[in-house]
């Protein structure tokens, strides 16, 4: 009886301890499927490693949060970290896998499926690598991490869908884009004005001047700003100005041209953007640089004509539908999952 006994309670010990095993390794897998299509656990931890910062953000902004080890399982004002960042990569989830809902229905791709995105990578990695052997141009990278060639594969998936006015919401009436445009013309589709300017630029900070010295350039300047009128301009003025016609120059900048020169004389123009022909400012000292700027000539313009933008607009239009799209399935797609769980798989691989 005792080794029946025995033999009952190991029996007994061992299904308990299978049981609790089950248990353990049941409640750490993930178990995720979107539209029937099963989540892999590490195409979650790939999306969950990306939305990352955001969430950190979300709590430096909020809570003024420091990021410590124990940063994602600490409590701020009701909310756990881990928490929000594994209901953010659901909501990134459902967001990429109606992307690529859509781009199978519309046959750019065969499946859905991580494994076979994965697949889709190396091959497109191994074509660029061939190509580099044998000498051919390879445009963009030369190798695709997982993160990029998501990025890459879903671009090209809004250009196909998007380029393809047979598509849902890809046909834009003339209402639509006129009234895009009305309501956005103070905006994006001011015409740069052409402009020709004499100016002195003095970036005395960076030539480490003197202060003394930059007095004397500054005094310079302001005689010369007084005698500037009609019969006397910056450049004839400057011509017998020893010390200042070293840092004179003559622009004359189209309408075209304009956000090309912005890069390399963008203060310049912020300064002479409501000067009018004829004007001068005063000599200004700012950010460590001294201007007298005159303008020579101004051509005014109103609008972009709606006519040259068209197209620009219908493409804004149409990629602005079809994120509405996306967006609106992703909001409606079935997602089965026990967030319990959800929580402690996050919780478990966040590092």
């Not at 390794?25 to 099963?38: A, P």
């Not at 199978?104 to 990695?125: A, H």
């Not at 445009?139 to 991490?145: D, V």
């Not at 068209?310 to 493409?315: L, V």
Request: net charge negative; aromatic share 12%; glycine share 2%.
């Amino acid at each position: 009886m005792k080794k029946k006994s025995a033999w009952y309670i190991l029996v007994t010990l061992l299904t308990s301890l299978v049981i609790v095993i089950f248990f353990f390794i049941n409640n750490n897998n993930l178990k995720i499927s979107i539209s029937d299509v099963k989540i892999d656990e590490e195409e979650y931890i790939n999306t969950m490693n990306n939305k990352k910062y955001d969430v950190t953000q979300y709590f430096i902004e909020k809570y003024g949060a420091k990021i410590t080890s124990d940063f994602w399982q600490q409590e701020f004002g009701g909310e756990y970290p881990y928490k929000i960042l594994a209901d953010s990569t659901i909501d990134e989830l459902r967001i990429n896998h109606s992307i690529y809902e859509i781009a199978k229905e519309k046959g750019y791709v065969d499946s859905v499926e991580y494994k076979d995105f994965v697949k889709r990578l190396d091959n497109e990695n191994k074509i660029r690598e061939e190509n580099i052997q044998n000498g051919k141009v390879v445009y963009g990278l030369s190798k695709f991490t997982e993160d990029l060639f998501l990025e890459y594969e879903t671009d090209k998936i809004q250009k196909a869908y998007c380029n393809d006015l047979n598509n849902e919401g890809m046909e834009i009436s003339l209402e639509d884009s006129k009234r895009y445009y009305d309501e956005n013309k103070d905006t994006l589709f001011v015409k740069n004005d052409d402009l020709e300017l004499y100016y002195i630029k003095v970036y005395y900070s960076a030539l480490e001047l003197s202060e003394e010295a930059v007095r004397d350039i500054k005094d310079r300047m302001i005689e010369v700003s007084k005698k500037i009128d009609a019969n006397n301009s910056l450049l004839s003025l400057v011509e017998n100005e020893e010390i200042l016609k070293d840092y004179f120059a003559h622009e004359s900048i189209l309408s075209a041209e304009v956000s090309v020169k912005a890069r390399t004389i963008g203060d310049v123009l912020d300064i002479a953007m409501n000067l009018q022909k004829g004007d001068t400012t005063q000599v200004i000292d700012q950010n460590g640089c001294l201007y007298l700027i005159q303008c020579i000539d101004r051509v005014n313009y109103d609008y972009i004509p709606y006519e040259e933008v068209r197209d620009n607009i219908n493409k804004v239009l149409r990629e602005e539908h079809y994120d509405d799209i996306i967006t609106s399935r992703a909001e409606n797609i079935q997602v089965n999952t026990d967030m319990k769980n959800v929580y402690n798989f996050t919780k478990k691989n966040v590092k």
